[in-house]
């Protein structure tokens, strides 16, 4: 199902559907496309939506370029898309005049010049860099120099490449700063600029050893998307299972939480944890889609069994050979055990493919479940059997066709209690109580 969004502008509101998600530091760029191919990206700071700005070209130095060649990306249906897009309301499209005033009131000047240097896409540079200018050089002036310098070095996260910046850096004023940003590990003990150490920390691909610490300042800045993606982007314990449930109920829809363990399945080394999360969900396609390609990973039968009795009939039909043969690994110990699940799994796939493709699937095999459906394939085009092939159709609960063979079979011996009787079995089975007595109140006048 296609993700869509709302963008409104000047009170009129228009649809668009999500194309891809890239987050890149502190920023979540969302691209979306509308009629006539309008192309709209949406920035977010943090987990806070900020604006969207209709977009025709990419400057090659601008953040939205950084982002979208460094970043890491997901798509449109991705569960981490619609975590970050859960909330169900239109996203005003603001003025660039409109915007700076927001950014003011909202943020301090330090992140407020890194929120618009984001922008520098549509903004023109000149301007950014003046308004960087003027917030450095009043903070050196009032002889702030450690917030001059945190200034620069953020501002430097975002426009790498502005001259101002990479020059102001290297002024001698700033080295006792320089050398204090240089031990990393230090800074972040003392956590002094959570905007400098999360950019970084992001081109580093997040270190182990700072997960932990980055984790607890994301649940004191309330930053529920944010500790989701880190946790998902370096899931590697039980407890980060754990958090990556809690926040998981918060910002998806069932469905959605479903795919998110599914992504996180073939990468968990423990999948048996995540598989637990999928059976409190009912997430049994998921489940199955798993084993189906990862037969080493059941170590519950009961457990597997259960999913093929859950999992829909369409589903079994999609991945129906790579399901046989891991029934016919799994099992090749237990004949028995196998021609029940066999039984199992053929009821369902009957529904949706030909007789002919199960049967080419399990040639090899001289189960009495094969020799049946061998059986059914010889009788089809039998008119004298279609007693017999009724049958099998009845034990396979593929009632519509039992009930055409058995109707055909009533049609030649109408005395015959045995056609209505399966009739009546037949329509009961089906849940048609109206015709399964009308097949009782026949046997009930047929003559003994």
């Known amino acids: 199902m296609m993700t869509t969004i709302e963008l409104m502008h000047n009170k009129k509101t228009m649809r668009f559907d999500v194309v891809q998600l890239t987050i890149y530091k502190q920023a979540k760029i969302v691209e979306a496309t509308g009629q006539k191919n309008q192309s709209y990206y949406l920035f977010f700071y943090k987990d806070r939506y900020i604006n969207a700005k209709k977009t025709t070209s990419i400057r090659m130095q601008s953040f939205l370029k950084n982002a979208l060649q460094h970043g890491h990306t997901f798509s449109a249906d991705h569960p981490l898309t619609k975590a970050l897009l859960n909330e169900d309301h239109a996203y005003r499209l603001t003025s660039n005049n409109q915007m700076v005033q927001k950014l003011t009131n909202k943020y301090n000047e330090i992140?407020?010049?890194?929120?618009?240097?984001?922008?520098?896409?549509?903004?023109?540079?000149?301007?950014?860099?003046?308004?960087?200018?003027?917030?450095?050089?009043?903070?050196?002036?009032?002889?702030?120099?450690?917030?001059?310098?945190?200034?620069?070095?953020?501002?430097?996260?975002?426009?790498?490449?502005?001259?101002?910046?990479?020059?102001?850096?290297?002024?001698?004023?700033?080295?006792?700063?320089?050398?204090?940003?240089?031990?990393?590990?230090?800074?972040?003990?003392?956590?002094?600029?959570?905007?400098?150490?999360?950019?970084?920390?992001?081109?580093?691909?997040?270190?182990?050893?700072?997960?932990?610490?980055?984790?607890?300042q994301y649940h004191i800045d309330n930053r529920k998307f944010d500790q989701l993606c880190l946790l998902y982007t370096n899931c590697s314990s039980l407890k980060a299972i754990e958090n990556i449930d809690q926040l998981a109920q918060e910002l998806l829809a069932k469905q959605d939480q479903i795919s998110l363990w599914e992504q996180l399945l073939v990468e968990y080394p423990e999948p048996k944890e995540i598989i637990e999360k999928l059976v409190k969900l009912d997430g049994y396609q998921a489940i199955l889609r798993y084993y189906v390609h990862h037969d080493e990973a059941i170590e519950d039968r009961k457990l597997f069994e259960r999913v093929l009795d859950a999992v829909s009939t369409e589903q079994l039909a999609k991945d129906y050979q790579p399901l046989l043969e891991t029934l016919l690994t799994l099992y090749k110990e237990d004949a028995a055990q196998l021609e029940r699940v066999l039984h199992l799994t053929i009821k369902k796939l009957l529904q949706h493919l030909p007789l002919n493709e199960i049967i080419t699937s399990l040639q090899d095999t001289e189960l009495p479940i094969i020799q049946k459906l061998r059986k059914m394939e010889k009788l089809t085009d039998n008119p004298d059997q279609q007693f017999a092939l009724g049958e099998i159709y009845f034990d396979l609960e593929q009632y519509d066709q039992a009930i055409a063979c058995f109707e055909w079979e009533m049609e030649l011996a109408p005395e015959d209690p045995a056609p209505i009787q399966y009739l009546y079995k037949s329509y009961l089975a089906k849940g048609d109580k109206e015709q399964a007595n009308t097949y009782k109140q026949l046997m009930v006048n047929i003559p003994s």
């Open 111 to 216: 992140e407020m010049l890194y929120v618009l240097a984001m922008f520098d896409n549509y903004v023109n540079e000149k301007k950014i860099q003046a308004l960087c200018k003027k917030t450095f050089y009043n903070y050196r002036r009032n002889g702030q120099l450690k917030k001059a310098f945190r200034i620069l070095v953020n501002y430097g996260q975002v426009r790498p490449h502005d001259t101002f910046a990479k020059d102001m850096l290297h002024h001698f004023d700033f080295q006792k700063y320089k050398d204090q940003y240089q031990n990393i590990d230090q800074l972040t003990i003392e956590w002094s600029d959570p905007l400098y150490l999360e950019s970084v920390y992001f081109e580093q691909n997040f270190p182990d050893t700072v997960i932990k610490s980055i984790i607890q």
